[in-house]
C-alpha cells in the first residue's frame, strides 16, 4: 500500500509550477491578486493540460471545479469539471488538502505542498500542486489557480 499525505513545501520545487507562479507575479502587479481576465489561456499553452480554476462560491466559501486540464484528467481516472470538493474522491486527505485551498481563498496567499493518496476505485496519485488565488474586486478570492505536477499515477 502506497503512502497517503499532505505536506507543505516552502515554494514549488517544478519547474512547471515554478513557471506557473512566476507568470502569477508578474500578472498580480501591486494587486492582491491578478484577476481572471489577466489570465491569458494563450500565454499559458504548455501548462493547461495540468491546470485547475476553482471557483470560490459563497460565504462560508465552497469550492467547485470550473476547469480540469486534461492530463489532469487522465492521471485521476476521471473527469471532474463543475463539482464541487466534497464530492470529489480525495481518500483520506480531503480535509488535510482542504486546509491549503481555504487558507489560499482566505488569506489571499500562494500554497504549495505535495500530496499522495489512492482513490476508492484503486488508483493511486502522487503529485506537487501549487494553488494561486485570483480576485476581481481586488478585495476578496473569487476563483483559485491552481496546478499540479504528477509524480505517479497507476491503478
Known sequence: MEPTFVTALAAPEAETLKALYAYWAQ???DRIAPTKAS????????LLPHIVLVDVV??????????????LVEAYGEEVTGRFDEEIDLDDIHVDLMRFV???AAEC??????????????????????I????????????????????????
Open 27 to 29: 500578472k498580480k502587479d
Open 39 to 46: 489570465i491569458d489561456p494563450s500565454e499559458l499553452r504548455s
Open 58 to 71: 459563497g460565504n462560508p466559501p465552497r469550492f467547485r471545479t470550473r476547469l480540469f486540464g486534461s492530463a
Open 102 to 104: 481555504e487558507r489560499a
Open 109 to 130: 496567499q500562494p500554497q504549495y505542498l505535495r500530496a499522495a493518496f489512492t482513490k476508492q476505485d484503486g488508483r493511486h496519485l502522487q503529485y506537487e500542486q501549487i
Open 132 to 155: 494561486l488565488p485570483l480576485s476581481d474586486d481586488g478585495r476578496h478570492v473569487n476563483m483559485l489557480l491552481s496546478a499540479y505536477s504528477i509524480e505517479k499515477a497507476y491503478g
